[in-house]
C-alpha cells in the first residue's frame, strides 16, 4: 500500500513570542541546538516511512515563501496553499483530495508540523503500526499520549483498553480541553490519552467519512479534486474552500464515526506550547539553565535564556525566561507564560503592528 | 570670606553597569527623569552658594571630554586633572594649592560628583552651617549622615553629643566599614553618623593639615602652587602627583587631626551605590515599578526597568532590574546586585573589554 502524508504548517502560534511573529510561526523557528526548524524536523522524521515526492505540506499564501525556503525538496505541487484557515477538517480534506487523485488509494499520514519528539525511532514504529491498522478495513486511527500529569490544555480520548485491534484500542469517545478537576480524574482514570492531532486512515476511509457526515464538504472536496491540474485549478480552489465551515477533524468528523482506533504512542512526545516546554525537551546545563545566545550568568539557575549576539548577563534569577531578538526582548517568570498573549493584546490595541 | 567647591569627579564605578562603563562612569549618568546627570545635579546644588567660577572639578584625562561636556560653563581653568588616581587626600590637596593660587583665603567646600539629595534647600542650608563652622577657627568640618539601617558598605563617624560647636559636633573617631554586627551596634547607640564624604574648611586649614601630617605631600603642593600659570604647570604637577601616596582623606588627614567637627545632615542623602537606589530616589508607579524606555509590563511588580527603544515586555516578574544599552542588556534580581561585579570580573578574564 502506498504511503502518504499531510503536514499541517498554517498555524499562527503567539506563544513563543517575540521569536515566533505574525510572519514567523513556530513551525518555522529552530529550537534546537541542530538550527533544524520543527518543520523540517518533522518532514526527516518521517522520510524512513513516505518518499519526499508523498508528503503534502498544507499553508497558506503568507508562509509559502517560508515552507519553499526550509522544505526545497518537496515538489511545488505538494504544497497546498489554503485561501483562508478553516481549521483541520477541509485541510485533511483538501489534502485527501489531491492524494487521491494521485494515487487511487493509499495511506494517509497526518502530522503537526510544529511538535518535538524524542525518540524517533520509536515514532516511527508507532506510525508503522498505525499505518498497519488503518490499512485492516476502513479504521481511523488517532494516536494518542499515555498523559504523563492533568494537563488542562489538550483534548483527551477515552479508549477501550480490552477492545483491542492490532497495536490500536478502540475509541470511546473524544473530551475537549477539561477542567484541572476532570483532568485529574481522567488521569487517574488510565483510560484517558492525550489528543496529539496526528492521525493515519486509508484516502478513502476519510473520504468516505466526509461524504457520511459533511456531505456539503465532501462534494466541494469532489469539485475540487477533479479541477486539479487544470487551467481552473486556482480559481476552483478559491470559490469552493471559503465554503467549508471552519472545524477540526477531531469535532468535524471523528467524534461522529464508527472504526475510531487509538494507538498509545511512547515516543517522547511534546507539542511545544510554550517557552516552559524547553525545559523538556532540551537539555540544561548544570545550574539547570538552558542557554543559548552570548550570555553570562552569575547565580542562575533554572532559566530558560535565548539570546543573540548581544551581551545578556543574568545575576541571581531563577525560573525566568529570557527571550531576545533584534527588535523585543521578554522577560517572563516561568510560571506566568500563559500571560504572554497579553503583551501581545496590548501590542494589538496600542496598533504596535510591527511587533506582532 | 570668599566660598570655593570642589567636586569631585575622578571615580571609575561598576555597579550601574551595564549603563556605567569603564568610559562613562557613574557621575556622568543621568538616573532622573530630567535626563540632567548626577554631575549636573551636583553643581546646579551649590549654584546659591558657591559661583561658577569658583566651582573646581577634580577628573582625569579620560573623563575631561565629558567633564567638558556636560560642564560646559565651568571656566577651563578650574577643571584638575590628575595624571594618576591617588585616591581623595592628594585630589583635595591639588585643589587647595590651586584655590590658594587664586585667592589667598576661602572656605573650601569639597563634594562627591555622584550623589543624590533629595531636598536642596535643606542641603544648601546644612553647607552654610558647615562653612560657617569651617570659619570659625582652624575646624575641619565633615557632613554626617543620621543612619537609617545599619548599612555596612559605608564608612561611620563617632561624634560626642555634648561637645557641640555652632551646629556640629565634635568628632571623636572615624570608623571603617563595620560588619553587620558592629553597624547595628553603632545605629542602636546614636553615637555614629554615616560618613558622607563632604567636607568644608579653609584652604589654611587642610593645608596646614597636610603640612602638619603628611609633610612631603605638603612640599609637592607648595611645589605644584607655584607652578600655576607658567608655562611648566603641566610637566610639574605629571613629576609630582604621582609621587603623593594613594590614601583616603579620612584616614590620612581627618583621623589624625584635632578640630574635627561634624553637622548631622538631613537632606536624604544617597550615594547611589547600585541600581537598587533606584528604589529609594525615583517614584515608582503604581505597581512599584520604576520604568523608563519602551516597556510593557503585565503582572510585574517592585521592578526597576530601564529599557531603550528597543521593545522590552516583562511579564510576572517581581524584584528583577533590566538595564537594557546598545550593546549589554542586565537582568538581575534586587537581592543579587552586589554580584553584578561577577559579571565584570568574568568580562574581564574573558577579554572582552569592549563590554567593561
Known sequence: MKKTALIMAGGRGERF?????????KQFLSLTEDRKTLIQHTVNRILPLVDLEDIYISTNKDYLPLVKEQLPDIPDENILCEPVGRNTAPCIGLAAAHITKKYEESVMLVLPSDHMIRHN????????DAIAL???GENLVTIGIMPEYPETG????????RERKLSGYKVETFAEKPSIELAKEYVS????????????WKTSSILAAFERIMPDVSEGLEIIKNAIGTSAQNDILEKTFPTFPSISIDYGIMEKSPNIYTIPGNFGWDDVGSWNAMDRTQKSNEFGNIIDGNVITVGTNDCIIQGTDKLMACVGLKDIIVVD???????????SSSEIKKVLENLKICNRTEYL
Chains 1, 2 share one sequence.
Open 17 to 25: 513570542w517575540p521569536r515566533s511573529r505574525k510572519n514567523m510561526p
Open 154 to 161: 489538550y483534548g483527551y480520548i477515552k479508549f477501550l483498553s
Open 134 to 136: 488503518a490499512n485492516d
Open 189 to 200: 482514570s488510565g483510560d484517558y490519552l492525550w489528543n496529539s492531532g496526528m492521525f493515519a
Open 325 to 335: 531578538t533584534k527588535d523585543a526582548t521578554l522577560i517572563c517568570h516561568k510560571d
Open 121 to 128: 525511532q520509536m515514532f516511527v514504529n508507532t506510525l508503522e
